[in-house]
């Protein structure tokens, strides 16, 4: 079987991995940089400038763990970004290194789709290459939505590509969008010292989650004096002597040195083949695609954003395993009831399941339970007490159908229940497991238990 894959993202290079496993002859093609956005513009570069931001808070409040630390701090972002490429690097040869271990090919070039078993390259040193292939899988992944209204300049209105290659911390930022990138990029620079602004269009930031979750976000984005100014638009922006000036929906001026448009992805479905082909798309231009990964062109799959879903790497994957699958002839279906999903501002943000507002939509009539960390004595002795754990049970069979988490380490933490409601467990079969103290992970224990009303660290109603 020879298999020819657009894109190597998590997503494509996952399934290339995965064919090459089940015996295919693989061929990826790469227009940009091995890994795509996840690992050069995206989540790693991210969380490694979190991780550096959270170092710097850790620093900054060591008194009050009893340590002495004398002398100034100071955030140097030019090394911030060295250290964020010198990671990206590492894992970008990795990626290379089991290409080469399985014998996939990596072509560095743009890619056109001409029919269902072939395509043409155009390779960066320009030569002309055709690649026959029996399956083709589009990865071709997504990239910042830009903004009629706010074009970028790539100097003072930029998108979360430009952000990751600062070299010098903003001393004033306005953030389009209080989003998951938004809110995720208002955490970093607000650590490192810049004046954050967030501009937001909805009612509440990071919207799409459960409400008590966001408003908890938003009093831990007030503490840290933050901006948050929701249910309003930029209308435009201008270049004066100053800096940017922004002009708000309601009527007001904002005046920062930078402004990060932080508004969504738009699907890299443009100038691949796929009309050529009468691959439907979708409203948005996305790629329609099976729970099998199959468009309605026989032997070409699409995996990842390009098909619209959920934009989260680990779902990408997880689509290019399902793809590779049945192109090697193994059925497989995705299963995107249970992909657990994770924002990285501070503190941490993670969800699996139905939201309250989505069970209530559903009919579903659902019990909840919520534990707070600052009832835990582990948050306690890490000095991490924001935060709760929320757990949905649906009322009738007491099966756990969602859980909600805000706090330390809540990325981590979630795959517990994630796992709980793959298998189909009540919210009293992990209230009855016992869980290791003290960690954090009993918040996920207690949640159960209170969902019906015995969780034994909380007061009585």
Not at 63 to 81: A, C, F, H, Q, T
Not at 110 to 127: H, N
Not at 137 to 160: C, K, M, N, Q, Y
Not at 445 to 451: G, K, L, R, S
Request: aromatic share 4%; net charge negative.
């Amino acid at each position: 079987m020879r298999l020819a894959i657009l894109g190597t993202g998590p997503g494509g290079y996952v399934a290339a991995i995965k064919a090459a496993q089940l015996g295919a002859q693989v061929t990826i093609i790469e227009k940009d940089e091995i890994g795509g956005t996840c690992l050069n513009w995206g989540c790693i570069p991210t969380k490694t400038l979190k991780a550096s931001a959270d170092v710097l808070s850790a620093v900054k409040g060591v008194g009050d763990y009893g340590i002495e630390l004398k002398g100034n701090i100071v955030p140097d972002l030019s090394r911030m970004i060295d250290r964020k490429n010198k990671v990206v690097s590492t894992l970008a040869k990795g990626i290379k290194a089991l290409f080469k271990s399985w014998g996939i090919v990596l072509m560095s070039g743009r890619g056109v789709l001409l029919s269902p078993g072939e395509l043409a390259v155009t390779q960066k040193d320009g030569s002309p290459e055709t690649v026959a292939a029996d399956s083709i899988i589009i990865a071709t992944g997504s990239r910042p939505f830009e903004i009629p209204s706010l074009p970028f300049d790539g100097r003072h209105v930029i998108s979360s590509t430009e952000a990751l290659d600062l070299r010098e911390i903003p001393r004033s930022l306005l953030i389009v969008g209080a989003g998951v990138i938004g809110c995720e990029f208002a955490c970093i620079f607000g650590e490192l010292g810049s004046e954050v602004t967030i501009v937001e269009a909805l009612p509440h930031a990071v919207a799409t989650e459960d409400r008590e979750i966001s408003d908890i976000l938003e009093k831990e984005l007030k503490k840290k004096k933050i901006k948050l100014i929701t249910g309003t638009t930029v209308e435009k922006t201008g270049i004066g002597k100053d800096g940017v000036h922004a002009l708000l929906s309601d009527g007001k001026e904002v005046v920062v040195e930078k402004v990060l448009v932080s508004t969504g992805r738009t699907l890299n479905t443009d100038g691949i083949g796929i009309e050529q082909l009468g691959i439907r798309t979708g409203a948005r231009g996305e790629i329609l695609a099976n729970e099998r990964m199959e468009t309605n062109v026989t032997g070409v799959y699409a995996i990842g954003d390009v098909t619209g879903r959920m934009l989260l790497a680990h779902k990408a994957s997880a689509e290019g395993i399902v793809a590779a699958k049945n192109i090697m002839g193994i059925p497989c279906s995705m299963d995107y009831q249970v992909i657990p999903a994770a924002i990285f501002t501070s503190p941490e943000i993670a969800a699996v399941g139905l939201r309250e507002r989505e069970a209530e939509e559903q009919g579903i009539t659902f019990r909840k339970g919520v534990f707070p960390f600052r009832a835990l004595g582990k948050a306690h002795a890490m000095g991490e007490i924001t935060g709760i754990v929320k757990i949905l049970s649906d009322a009738s069979s007491d099966r756990i159908i969602g859980a909600h988490i805000i706090g330390p380490h809540a990325a981590d933490l979630i795959h517990e229940a994630a796992l709980a409601i793959k298998a189909g467990l009540k919210a009293g079969d992990l209230a009855e497991t016992i869980h290791a103290h003290p960690t954090l992970s009993e918040a996920l224990m207690e949640a159960a238990e209170d969902v019906n009303g015995d969780a034994i660290h909380l007061p009585k109603n």
